[in-house]
């Protein structure tokens, strides 16, 4: 297989894991960045992510135009995916979603910040975008690329931004790490619902966070997607887990 055609493969595994996972429901999506077009994104139709196939993964330019062999109707919030990839050329992947548990965090005063290891990846500061802020009422979508540069300066270094009354993005350096920090989102929020409702919370402090994240091997991204593709039924192919940036074989 070609690159494109692994990679439309892991897009359809990584739409259904995120459905199971309860990351996604019949709405939000994953993308990833063409790998021989830095300008382009693949990305499904409009379609319920556990129901996504193949022939459903279409190209898009970053401004959000259709282009390739797949056509049909495209995501009205594309345009999250191309703000974000036009402003941080380090992101290979990104997912949008409206996980329920991180809802909340995005209509109170509450901090989101991790409070389990499993979780560093997420950050210690998640920016929370208000798209009333520069559009004033507007039924929450994103759907212009003025609206998606917005909200990717909101995100600016960080691996997840809240979206007020809506939900978050996440974003990664391969489809793997998005997963991952995307379940782990879910899961730290509904944990973390827990806590405070039980008393006064101990977060991670900055320096675990780093720590976590600086040593965190592919090696935990491979454990978990293997255990998600077979929850999904979908093929496991393994991954080298020492490429890429930040991807170590000492820290295994
Ligand atoms: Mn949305």
New binding site residues.
């Given amino acids: 297989m070609t690159a494109v055609q692994d990679l439309v493969e892991e897009l359809v595994t990584a739409n259904h894991i995120l459905a199971h996972e309860r990351v996604l429901d019949s ?2 999506h994953i993308s990833a960045r063409h790998p021989e077009k830095s300008d382009h994104y693949l990305l499904s139709r409009a379609r319920a992510p556990e129901l996504a196939e193949r022939r459903d993964i279409m190209e898009f330019t970053l401004d959000g135009q259709v282009v390739g062999e797949i056509t049909g109707k495209p995501y009205s ?1 594309r345009f999250i995916h191309g703000a974000t990839y036009e402003a941080r050329p380090d992101v290979m992947a990104v997912v ?1 979603n ?1 996980s329920p548990n991180v809802v909340p965090f995005t209509v109170t005063k509450q901090k989101l910040r991790p409070i389990m290891h499993m979780c560093g990846p997420i950050g210690s500061t998640i920016p929370n975008w208000d798209i009333r802020h520069k559009f004033g009422d507007t039924n929450l ?2 759907t212009s690329m003025e609206m998606g540069r917005d909200f990717a300066a909101t995100l600016g270094d960080h691996a997840v931004a809240l979206m007020r009354g ?2 978050c993005s996440v974003v990664g350096r391969s489809v793997r790490e998005v997963v991952f920090t995307s379940v782990y989102m879910e899961l730290n929020a509904e944990m973390l619902i827990k806590a405070l409702s039980m008393g006064e919370v101990i977060y991670l402090s900055d320096g675990e966070i780093a720590a976590i994240t600086n040593g965190r091997a592919g090696f935990t991204f491979e454990r978990g997607w293997e255990n998600w593709c077979r929850r999904v039924s979908r093929p496991y192919v393994p991954r080298s887990w020492d490429m890429g940036a930040g991807f170590s074989k000492t820290d295994t």
Wanted: no cysteine; aromatic share 12%.
């Fill in positions: 709405f939000g919030e949008h409206h979508l994103v809506h939900g």
